[in-house]
């Protein structure tokens, strides 16, 4: 996500605090400075020091509502100054094409990282968060090659059928104890996290309570690393001293929560004849031996436990939030339903679906496609940042700014779309519209980034999501509460962009 998108409008120091700043805001308001001025992209004036902050904040909007609400005045291209902060807001297809296709390379970093960030990531030791350079070319490659290859998830097959069987018994029970009512994202979300603690640590976790304990404390460090205004005006610091210490006790606690899971397995390996656990390959095998370009010593305990965190973190809510999203269209859309079943009941057939069916369902594929057009993980895309100073639109674009990309004007640009604003699955089956989701033949939506970029796990997470979906639409009929009349697409920024009232549904077994 990006940092700044998450941040809360409604945090009561920035008022407490203001008086700290007046001094300083006469002092630097009368400053001239003699640097070269930049040609930024035009933006709301702000406050000396402060920048567009007060604005923002005074707003009682979310961050992507308030950039939403600037974008027909400032156009496809803005600057926002928060605090030390300088953003630049990309909001069309054409624009993120050019940076991060066309001048990928000098687009393909990150910005430094708050110091909250900082301790989870191990100094951005990460290969969401690593700059550009060694460190995050040997992670990724690792990743990619070593763990999410199609061949390498093809090992993990008999993971996931059990998952997917797993994920219908706990909607049958769930079902049978409150008169066919159940819970989307909560089930969801527990048998995804159940499938990449398989795939991390190499050992089917089938107690519910550890599965609950590491996924509390995953929560909780996503939920400490929000961003809190001291990171956007450091000289607010010593107001946070409670929030700092907070934050060292979730990175001990999870760092103790994850490291007996880690040793366990490099036990494991080097003892296999004393495992008693027939332990499956795991992304963590991948990781003890890894050779990091221009560094001669391996991975230390903590950094083991970031890039655990990451793979656990970065599959679970994403998947979780699209098909809950899904969910809640079909349930939208009875006639989109029942096409999508009657595919699945012509194809397949009465058995079970299977992963191998999938490419086969031309209309899951596109209902799947319209859904994460219209439902993007997040509002924006990891932060970016060039390399060197750039332009892009005849703007310059800093080294010291964010590059943020605002996802959904991108998927809803009229340019590319008919009825941009209209959920129809059926508009990527007519020929005349389509994406590649990858970017490479041109950028018309990136739920999943573009570029050098592009989230590893597109891949893994395009097969859960179209394989839970199919499982769930064969298995049951779905519909809403009869208190319920209609279905509530409000959204709110956690982790990822969720219901803002979590789905609660009616299933119904088909015959």
Known sequence: ??????????????????????????????????????????????????GNLFQF????????????????????????????????????????????????????????????????????????????????????????????????????????????????????????????LVSVIRNVRFVVFCILVSLCFGVEVDDKETIERIDHIMKT????????????????GPFYSKQRKRVEEVREEQIKTLVPFIENRRLAIQN????????????????????????????????????????????????????????ARLIQYP??????????KSTVGDRKVDEKDIPKLEYLNAFTKELLRKHPPTYFTLTHAVSEPMKLGGYDIPTYANVEFFLPSIAGDPKNWSDPDVFNPDRFLSGKEDADLTGARGVKMMPFGVGRRICPGLGMGMLHVNLMLARMVQAFEWSLPSTQRTVDFSGKLEFTVVMKNPLQAVIKPRI
């Open 335 to 344: 006639e989109i339903q029942s096409k999508l079943y009657s595919e699945i």
């Open 57 to 180: 904040s005074q707003s009682g909007k979310q961050f992507y509502e308030y950039v939403r609400d600037l974008l027909p005045k400032y156009g496809p291209i803005f600057t926002l100054k928060m605090g030390t902060r300088t953003l630049i807001i990309i909001t069309t297809p054409d624009l993120a094409h050019e940076a991060l296709v066309e001048k990928g390379l000098v687009f393909a970093s990150r910005p430094p990282e708050n110091p909250t960030r900082s301790i989870f990531s191990c100094n951005q030791f990460s290969v969401n968060s690593a700059f550009y350079g060694p460190v995050w070319r040997s992670l990724r490659r690792n990743m990619v090659q070593e763990m999410l290859s199609t061949t390498r998830l093809k090992g993990f097959y008999g993971v996931r059928v059990v998952a997917m069987d797993r994920l219908m018994d706990r909607f049958r029970a769930e079902a049978e104890l409150n008169h066919g």
């Open 221 to 236: 460090v996503l939920i400490t690393v929000s961003p809190r205004l001291d990171h956007f005006l450091p000289i607010l």
């Open 272 to 327: 296999p004849e004393s495992d008693k656990t027939e332990a499956k390959f795991s992304y963590l095998d991948t990781l003890f031996d890894l050779k990091i370009e221009g560094r001669e010593t391996g991975m230390t305990q903590e950094e083991l436990v970031t890039l655990c965190s990451e793979f656990l973190n970065g599959g679970t809510d994403t998947t979780a939030t699209a098909v809950e999203w899904g969910i």
């Open 1 to 50: 996500m990006a940092s700044f998108s998450s941040f809360s409008s409604n945090d009561h120091l920035f008022y407490a605090a203001t008086a700290i700043f007046v001094s300083t805001l006469l002092f630097l308001a009368a400053r001239k400075t003699k640097s070269k001025q930049l040609n930024l992209p035009p933006g709301p004036p702000g406050w000396p020091v402060v």
